[in-house]
DNA sequence: ATAATACATAAGAAATACCTTATGGTAAAC
DNA sequence: GTTTACCATAAGGTATTTCTTATGTATTAT
């Protein structure tokens, strides 16, 4: 059996009319085209669905049927259309964000301003670490990841969309703490705790050590961000950590930003996606929107210390 | 949008696969084949579906969609097929039928014996009278009717099935009832309670009187048969009626059979359905079974005095 | 009886659907 | 680097679909 919607849409238009004329006037056809699509119908389906008696129209037992099928599926057919356009035009749909978890807390904030725009649309957020990140990416599981230092040659494109403040942080009642200027060598006297060698921070404090001609003493290294800054606070050394992990403890008070000469490091975070990958529609509203947006949007964020830091 | 089921067959293909040319391969066709029946599926949707990430296939959040849909509207049509087949073959149905009250009771056991051989299909019976049994054909509610005297000229097609015995029944202590034989001149003194004018056997019992050159004495007419047995029960006169409905009277003894010359007097049930009326696959079985099978059938039932009122 | 109405059928033409083979391009595997 | 696997694209042809106009036929209404 090989029917074609066409055959269903002109039998739906016949079985409401029951007249084929009637229908075929619906459908802008002349009266024969009408009857040879229900001839069709009745070669496929090999019995017939409309019988005429007098001069009135009826449907058999298969030809109630066939229009009980003929109006489900053109309906479901609408609902298709309609779904798609809703998708199209970003009334539904799903966005996958994978994102560092360093960058975790300030995404969370951009997610939550951009949510507000697409009720409709449902988000799911990966947190996780840098090579579950790449692997989402790998196998397609996520839309854009987010993250602050794209590995090169992964067939991944990457685009910067905020500048990422790098800070010196200590306990509040370090000694460099309340000092309105503490000098490179100052500095280069402390020692740190750092991020795992690899991790983009640490290359990033790395270089600009070696570009001072400076020492940089690392007393010990975790691969946590949160253990970082913990460490921090309970005085095992400074930490070098992104402005924008810092929310809460700056606000907490259990850390400070020590007001170094040279800081804060810019590096920047990154959208990251696949070479080739066509975005959904959503996605590409996304990726679009905190390109343009984020810089605007994390000012708006309550961050104190962040101007006074920026001089 | 104008889809196809072919679209929608191939899609659904190379969805399972992920791979164009495995998809190619189950559908018999050449992969360039299946590479365009997807292109012109998303030219109809005006997305994307599917995407290719290196060697790999993945479906948009559109392809998925439309996998959901693909499936559920292939799904339907295999359904549509079944319940057609089962239509055909009678495994399914429904048969609507309509009866003169006079013959309910007889064709309820051609109907009990007739429904155990096709146990899914639904049978409706509609007892009514003479005039609501033309209306019902002329609007083609149902599919055949049965009754003792079918029209002229309504474009109906009758045929008679089953022979009518019309025998004449007193109360059981009539004076006639036991005896052996009664002649046409003792029939001729007696009084009847007979149906309207108008009705098939109180045409069948006149033209008995006149054809023999005897008055048809009536003292009552009603439109009911159950009306008449019950005045013939009361003492009010003879009356002329179906053996077919007299089983329980005849059980209960409440009704006895006059041994009368000449009668009884033969008259035909008929099948009656529209000119030119297709009759459904069931219509037609039953149809025939009543034709061939109800001769046998009557006799089986255990009408007594049947045989010696038939001799 | 005649006209009017409505569906069926036939013939022909245009569009389009669908498939094949041949070929090109790209990513991955060796 | 070469090969292999796999999809895209092009060209070409056939079959099918789908429509129209013209005409036939049956039923109903006048």
């Given at each position: 059996m090989n029917l074609t919607f066409r055959q269903l849409k002109v039998f739906e238009a016949v079985a409401r009319h029951l007249n084929y004329t009637n229908a075929a006037k619906e459908l802008h056809l002349s009266q024969p085209a009408v009857s040879m699509q229900i001839k069709q119908l009745e070669e496929q389906t090999n019995t017939p669905l409309i019988e005429k008696l007098g001069k009135k129209l009826y449907l058999t037992e298969v030809g109630l049927e066939m229009q009980d099928y003929a109006r489900s599926t053109m309906q479901q057919l609408v609902d298709l259309e309609e779904t798609i356009d809703q998708m199209k035009s970003m009334k539904r749909g799903h966005l996958k964000l994978a994102v560092a978890s360093t960058a975790n807390h300030f995404v969370i904030r951009l997610l939550a301003r951009f949510a507000k725009f697409y009720p409709k649309i449902s988000i799911s957020l990966d947190v996780t670490n840098r090579s579950s990140l790449l692997d989402l990416l790998e196998k397609n599981e996520c839309d854009l990841v987010i993250m602050g230092s794209p590995p090169e040659g992964h067939n991944l494109q990457s685009a910067p969309f905020l500048e990422n403040p790098l800070v010196i942080v200590s306990h509040?009642?370090?000694?460099?703490?309340?000092?309105?200027h503490v000098s490179l060598q100052e500095i280069a006297n402390e020692e740190f705790v750092v991020r795992e060698q690899g991790s983009g921070t640490r290359s990033a404090a790395e270089r600009f050590f070696t570009e001072h001609e400076l020492e940089f003493k690392t007393k010990m290294d975790m691969s946590n961000n949160r253990a970082i800054k913990h460490a921090a606070e309970e005085g095992l050394g400074l930490a070098i950590v992104?402005?924008?992990?810092l929310e809460l403890e700056l606000k907490a008070k259990t850390l400070k930003i020590i007001a170094a000469e040279?800081?804060?490091?810019y590096r920047n975070w990154y959208v990251v996606q696949r070479e080739g990958k066509r975005l959904s529609p959503i996605a590409m509203v996304f990726n679009d929107y905190i390109m343009q947006e984020a810089g605007q949007l994390m000012k708006d964020f309550?961050?104190?210390l962040f101007k006074s830091v920026n001089v």
């Open positions: 509040p009642h370090h000694y460099l703490a309340d000092r309105e992104s402005l924008h992990t040279g800081f804060p490091i309550d961050l104190p």
